[in-house]
């Protein structure tokens, strides 16, 4: 069968659709960043990154021009502008980028998984090569730069060990336990997300135009840092590192470089992308505390969305996704 005459799929245009969008966003923030960025070794990283999804984006709109669908507004020049004051620091734009490159990975991945026609495989596997190329590209610069924050450490057991007791699961009522390698992977992963989450929403607030995007703002910032909280009291009960914190690497700039949709919409992004990793943690959690603490970050992520997504529907901001034919509205057109 000659796949390349397949129709795409419902799953195939959503993907589409998610990549487009949110690579906008992101290539909007990027634009700015390597505007301001003066180090030259993080700029020409920047160029790359620029680069790579000019030629994603070029290929995508392809992807929808030939299906018949219409190509989405997701974000551009209209929602960046230049020549505002600084608002970030060189080491932070680079860390914002080495995360960015985490989201692609993990992203692309999950569309490759659910694509079937031929030259859409190939354009995942292109994206999962560029994600990588950046990932290694900036994790290489941050730790040049002595910038990256590496996960705690453990001593090596001279043996193989095997639980032999229920009180493994026990971090709520009891002695409890250390934590496991295996827990740190996502406490390690949603404390770092959570810093960027939470610096990100400093820096928003600071130059939102609208009173009420100043308010969610706040509010989501609010809820990060008492998710960091969370994370790092629980790795500090055994003597572990916490990832530091990035907020001073935000200026005192009022002046916004980006739009309030923009700035919506990149939070939104955040906080909507993190309920993944957060559900990851809790699938992987074996102590009673972190299971909790999964459970309750879940409920407060999802009260962020609810007041994000009322925000950008008010304000007509959020582009709608293809949906299915309503058949019944079909019918009554007949």
Known sequence: MDTEKLKLTSSEIGSLWGEYVNGTAIDVVNRYMYSIIEDEAIKAVFNDALKTFDKQKSELITFFENEGFPVPIGFNETDLYLGKQRLFSDAFCLNYLHVMSLHGLLGHISALSISVRKDLRDFYDSCDNDAKKMYHQTIELLLDKGLFQRDPLFYAYEHPQFILSKDFKDGLFGKGRTLAATEIISISFNLKKSIMAKTLSIAFSQVAESKEVRKFLTESEKTADGQ???????????????????ETEVTISTDSPFSDKLLMYHMGFLFQTAQTYHGAGLATAMRTDLVATYEATIIQNLMVTKNWFNIMVNNKWLEQPPLAPNRSDIAKQK
């Open 228 to 246: 960091i909280k969370a994370l790092a009291k629980i790795l500090q009960a055994d003597n572990l590192p916490v990832p530091k914190s990035l």
